[in-house]
Every structure is written in C-alpha cells, then in structure tokens.
C-alpha cells in the first residue's frame, strides 16, 4: 500500500514538471514566431524604402520636364537670336540697325512655370533700389528714431534658413500665411478642408517673438514684408470689414462710426446699413488726432512693421507679388516645399484672402469711392498716410484728380456764388509725424 502511494506522488511530479515544460516550449515558440514576423515586416519596409529612394516622385519628375521643356525654350530664341544676328551682318550697313527682338517681359504668371536667369537679376535690381529708396527716407527724416521695432505681427520660421516676415494686413498676406501654415508641418488638405483661421493655426506654431528674439535673429534672417498702395490697402479693408455691415466681428464698430459722424431725421431710426466710405475717412482722421491705435487691418506700415527700424532684406509689393514671392522662396532654399503647391479652392481662397463678395478688386472702384472726398479731407487723411507713399514709392498726387476740389462748408458757404477751390496744399511728411509717436503695436 505504502508503495504504490509513492508511486502515484512519483507520477503526480512527473506529470507537474512535463506540464510545466510543455508551457514553456509552447511560451518561446511563441516568441520565436513573434520576433520572426517582426524581421520579415521590418525587411519588406527597408525593401520598399529603398525601392521609393531610387525611384523619383512625381513632383520630382513634373518638375524635371518643366525644367527641360524652359531649358529648350531659352535655347530655342537663342538660336533665333543668333539667326537673326548672322542676317543682319550680311545684310550690311543699312540692315543691322534693324531692331532686334525685344526682350520677353517680366511677367508674374505662376512661379513654378516663369523662371530665368534673366528674370532673377531685373527682380533682383529692382528689390535693391526699394530698398535704397527706403532707406533714403528714413535717414531724410529720421524714422528710426521716432518708430523703434514693433514685433507684434512677425513670424519668425528659424528652421527654415530664418525666415522673417511681418504679415501687412489687406496686402496679399492670404497667401504667404499659407505658405507658413506649409512650413509649419499643417498638410495641404487639412488647410483645405479646416474651418480654422489660417492666423489662429499660424500662430500655434509661430507665436508673436520677443524683441530681443526678433533683434538677435534679424542679422542672418532672411526678412520680408509685401506693401500695397496706402489708399488701395484702406479702401479694401473698408470694403471687406465695414462696407454694409455684413461683417459680424466688425458690425459694431460700423455702427458707431454711423452715429457718430451720419446725420439722421429728429426721432427716426439709424440706418442699418454700415457707414459710407466718407464716414469711415473721417473716423479715421479723428482716430488718428486723438492718438489712438488703429486696427491692423488699416494701421500705417512705417508703426505697424516699422520698417526704418527692421532692415528688411526684401521689400515686395502686390503689384509684383507672384515675381517677389518666387524670389523670396528661391532665396531661402524652399522651392522643393513651396513651388509648385496647389492652389486652395476658389471658396477658400475668397475666405482667407479676405476677398469682396464681389470679386471686384478695390484698385478697380478706387477712383469711384474717392469721388466722395473733398480736398481736405484727404489732405487730412495724407496726413496720416504720406510717410508710407513715400517709404514705398508710391504716387499719392494722382487722388486728388480723384476727389472735389472744394470742402462741404466751402461750398455751403460760398452758396450765392461759384465754388472757391480749396487754397489747402499739400501736406508735408514733417506735419504728418506729428502725433505719430503714439502709435505702438496695432490691436
């Protein structure tokens, strides 16, 4: 009995320890296969890795055949060139001053598909003179003095070359503010899609720097704004924000210009449409009378971005957005992340931009809302715009072909007889800096 208990405790251990090996074969089998099926995927990664390296992209090769078919092109008119060069000097005397072929024009079609070395160096003579020129205006009345830098609407990309550039508000920024949310690592059909304001993902990523920052930095940046007729610029921010009231985060702004400055029968209802173009000039003369800051979507360029005190190494303009922007992009070494880039939806364009429900252009209508000034209220409104005409180079005489000669009292007052013309002249760039030390950073 007591010998075939033993037995069967013997058996019990056996059973025990064979279960327990049985486990643990089962257990690295298991592993074995995990860790055998984790080489193989990370083999076929490598595998298609190396596949994609040696096989170029798509945008590698458009690119490539873009480049090929300009190349063919330049050597195309060479040749032609040099044709007509050979019969010229075998016509004699008379034939070679046979005009040769003028030059193809500087165009601002897309960046992607206008490009040349030619192109490049008239581009590149006419940033320097911009420059030059601004800088003559500032050191003619001492700018740097009366505006020191302002940083609140830098954006400041050091991972990209340092790049630097001041967003001027209602200046074709939609599209350089596309161009950051790229650099920022957004994708393009997010961009797209997304109901965000391009300003509020921008800034998730690039927030307002510090002075110092900016300072420390600006010496090997590559820095940058776009500027846009002073008159145009105030005009389309009129037309998008207060025109008709339709703009919700500004309507009540427009309704205080209107009770301000509208007339209205005794006892009757204010109009419910937004101030006129006229009331929205006179609001920002008093405005700017009384030292206060303007919005950024009308505050001068010379205190916003204070260009006398940042050495911006380009200036671009609207006028030549898409030839300055290539320039900018090629400059900082970005065509592989920038060129070539798919426009934005139509919607989405006229939503960003901050584009009129009309799709007219406010250079287009300027003519026509000016009509509705008199001489001196736009000598007045000079006042407070002259120093950006002349830090970029704009002509400010042609509006006042634009306006009446005469102001509504003058014409009130010499009502028995013909209108006087206003004896007003012109307001110097000296009278317009008076008050102009007041205004700081745009809100």
Same mark, same amino acid.
């Given at each position: 009995?007591?010998?075939?208990?033993?037995?069967?405790?013997?058996?019990?251990?056996?059973?025990?320890?064979?279960?327990?090996?049985?486990?643990?074969?089962?257990?690295?089998?298991?592993?074995?296969?995990?860790?055998?099926?984790?080489?193989?995927?990370?083999?076929?990664?490598?595998?298609?890795?190396?596949?994609?390296?040696?096989?170029?992209? /798509?945008?590698?090769?458009?690119?490539?055949? @873009?480049? *090929?078919?300009?190349? =063919?092109?330049?050597?195309?008119?060479? %040749?032609? +060139?040099?044709?007509?060069?050979?019969?010229?000097?075998?016509?004699?005397?008379?034939?070679?001053?046979?005009?040769?072929?003028?030059?193809?024009?500087?165009?601002?079609?897309?960046?992607?598909?206008?490009?040349?070395?030619?192109?490049?160096?008239?581009?590149?003579?006419?940033?320097?003179?911009?420059?030059?020129?601004?800088?003559?205006?500032?050191?003619?009345?001492?700018?740097?003095?009366?505006?020191?830098?302002?940083?609140?609407?830098?954006?400041?990309?050091?991972?990209?070359?340092?790049?630097?550039?001041?967003?001027?508000?209602?200046?074709?920024?939609?599209?350089?503010?596309?161009?950051?949310?790229?650099?920022?690592?957004?994708?393009? /059909?997010?961009?797209?899609?997304?109901?965000? @304001?391009? *300003?509020?993902?921008? =800034?998730?990523?690039?927030?307002?720097? %510090?002075? +110092?920052?900016?300072?420390?930095?600006?010496?090997?940046?590559?820095?940058?704004?776009?500027?846009?007729?002073?008159?145009?610029?105030?005009?389309?921010?009129?037309?998008?924000?207060?025109?008709?009231?339709?703009?919700?985060?500004?309507?009540?702004?427009?309704?205080?210009?209107?009770?301000?400055?509208?007339?209205?029968?005794?006892?009757?209802?204010?109009?419910?449409?937004?101030?006129?173009?006229?009331?929205?000039?006179?609001?920002?003369?008093?405005?700017?009378?009384?030292?206060?800051?303007?919005?950024?979507?009308?505050?001068?360029?010379?205190?916003?971005?204070?260009?006398?005190?940042?050495?911006?190494?380009?200036?671009?303009?609207?006028?030549?957005?898409?030839?300055?922007?290539?320039?900018?992009?090629?400059?900082?070494?970005?065509?592989?992340?920038?060129?070539?880039?798919?426009?934005?939806?139509?919607?989405?364009?006229?939503?960003?931009?901050?584009?009129?429900?009309?799709?007219?252009?406010?250079?287009?209508?300027?003519?026509?809302?000016?009509?509705?000034?008199?001489?001196?209220?736009?000598?007045?409104?000079?006042?407070?715009?002259?120093?950006?005409?002349?830090?970029?180079?704009?002509?400010?005489?042609?509006?006042?072909?634009?306006?009446?000669?005469?102001?509504?009292?003058?014409?009130?007052?010499?009502?028995?007889?013909?209108?006087?013309?206003?004896?007003?002249?012109?307001?110097?760039?000296?009278?317009?800096?008076?008050?102009?030390?007041?205004?700081?950073?745009?809100?």
């Amino acid at each position: 009995m007591l010998i075939r208990l033993r037995y069967g405790r013997r058996l019990q251990t056996y059973l025990k320890i064979g279960a327990c090996v049985l486990v643990g074969l089962c257990y690295f089998a298991f592993l074995f296969r995990e860790s055998l099926n984790a080489y193989e995927h990370r083999e076929r990664a490598t595998a298609a890795e190396l596949e994609a390296d040696s096989e170029p992209s /798509k945008q590698q090769l458009k690119l490539k055949r @873009q480049q *090929l078919q300009r190349q =063919r092109i330049l050597a195309k008119q060479q %040749e032609q +060139g040099k044709g007509i060069a050979g019969g010229n000097a075998s016509a004699g005397s008379s034939s070679s001053q046979a005009a040769a072929p003028p030059p193809p024009p500087a165009t601002t079609l897309n960046p992607v598909y206008e490009y040349s070395e030619e192109l490049h160096s008239r581009t590149e003579r006419e940033l320097q003179r911009r420059s030059e020129h601004l800088a003559a205006v500032c050191d003619r009345y001492k700018l740097q003095e009366k505006y020191p830098p302002n940083p609140w609407e830098f954006f400041v990309s050091p991972g990209h070359n340092n790049l630097v550039w001041c967003n001027v508000f209602k200046a074709a920024s939609s599209t350089w503010m596309y161009y950051f949310n790229i650099l920022a690592g957004y994708d393009v /059909k997010y961009l797209q899609r997304t109901e965000t @304001q391009p *300003l509020e993902l921008a =800034r998730k990523r690039f927030p307002r720097p %510090e002075l +110092g920052e900016l300072m420390e930095l600006l010496p090997s940046a590559l820095s940058f704004l776009f500027v846009r007729d002073p008159f145009e610029r105030i005009l389309s921010a009129y037309r998008n924000k207060l025109e008709g009231n339709k703009n919700t985060f500004y309507k009540a702004l427009g309704n205080k210009i209107v009770h301000r400055y509208r007339m209205r029968n005794l006892g009757g209802p204010w109009p419910r449409c937004g101030p006129t173009f006229e009331e929205f000039v006179r609001f920002l003369i008093a405005e700017h009378a009384a030292g206060k800051r303007f919005d950024e979507h009308w505050a001068p360029v010379y205190s916003f971005c204070t260009p006398c005190s940042v050495n911006f190494t380009i200036i671009g303009k609207t006028e030549t957005f898409q030839r300055d922007s290539e320039f900018i992009i090629r400059q900082a070494g970005l065509e592989s992340l920038l060129l070539g880039l798919g426009k934005l939806p139509q919607r989405k364009q006229r939503k960003i931009g901050n584009q009129a429900r009309s799709g007219v252009k406010s250079e287009a209508l300027v003519e026509r809302y000016f009509a509705d000034l008199d001489r001196s209220t736009l000598d007045q409104l000079l006042k407070i715009y002259r120093i950006d005409f002349e830090l970029f180079d704009y002509d400010y005489r042609r509006y006042y072909d634009m306006v009446h000669p005469w102001s509504l009292e003058q014409s009130t007052a010499t009502s028995g007889g013909p209108a006087v013309a206003s004896t007003s002249t012109t307001p110097s760039i000296a009278s317009g800096l008076a008050g102009h030390s007041t205004q700081g950073q745009a809100t």
